[in-house]
């Protein structure tokens, strides 16, 4: 028996429908694979060596300017930070000053730590002394410290004059200039301080050009009416 017998006999029908024998085994043409949807680029696909390296060196450059920018953002964000970190302890020390100077009386502008009395002074001094709500000498002066411009209160007594410094060591004052208007009591104004600064930040993770600079003015009216 011819175990191909059947693809032998059946050979004129097959190709009629499209299949080649081939020693026997019945395959389908290309004509017939074309018909039914079957075509070369069904079976071979994908990327060759040239397209995977150039998506990967696009890929990797979007990568890196991606990492640029979060840096940059980063480090900005920092910088921020660190100059209203500064700018607080400023506005915290003013605004703690302009508190006290306010419950206080018997301003002395210009002077030394000892001054007693009242004092006026239009032109402006470094400094104003006054006796504040506890009864004690105070003092607001203006003091360079390792080159960097410092408010300084100094609290003085019998006994001890007790010295620290307001600002941090970020803020470089200038400027610090106090103006005391209607001291006396024998005038008829309410006693006035008005209290100019100018400065900026020094602070070290910040290059000069970084630095933020300040102008500030406030005005201290005495709480207690000077009759």
């Known amino acids: 028996l011819n175990p191909d017998a059947r693809f032998t006999r059946s050979g004129p029908r097959l190709k009629r429908r499209?299949?080649?024998?081939?020693?026997?085994?019945a395959c389908p043409s290309v004509a017939v694979g074309r018909r039914r949807g079957f075509s070369a680029s069904n079976f071979i696909s994908?990327?060759?060596l040239v397209e995977l390296l150039i998506s990967v060196s696009i890929f990797?450059?979007?990568?890196v300017i991606t990492i640029g920018a979060l840096l940059n953002l980063t480090n900005a964000n920092e910088k921020s930070q660190s100059i209203l970190t500064a700018m607080d302890?400023?506005?915290a020390g003013i605004e703690q000053m302009t508190r006290i100077l306010r419950e206080g009386d018997s301003y002395y502008c210009g002077g030394n730590l000892f001054s007693t009395g009242v004092n006026d002074c239009i032109n402006g001094a470094d400094s104003v002394s006054f006796i504040n709500q506890a009864g004690e000498r105070t003092v607001y002066r203006y003091e360079e410290i390792d080159g960097v411009g410092r408010l300084m209160r100094d609290k003085v007594t019998l006994l001890e004059t007790t010295t620290f410094p307001i600002t941090a060591p970020e803020i470089n004052m200038t400027k610090l200039t106090f103006f005391v208007l209607g001291s006396n009591p024998s005038d008829t104004f309410q006693p006035r301080v008005l209290v100019l600064i100018d400065g900026q930040?020094?602070?070290r993770a910040?290059?000069?050009?970084?630095?933020?600079?300040?102008n500030l003015q406030t005005s201290v009216s005495q709480r207690t009416p000077d009759f």
């Open 206 to 214: 910040l290059k000069p050009d970084e630095q933020s600079s300040f």
């Open 46 to 48: 994908g990327f060759t």
């Open 89 to 91: 302890n400023l506005n």
């Open 201 to 203: 930040t020094i602070i």
């Open 18 to 25: 499209g299949f080649k024998i081939f020693s026997g085994f």
């Open 60 to 63: 990797s450059l979007a990568i």
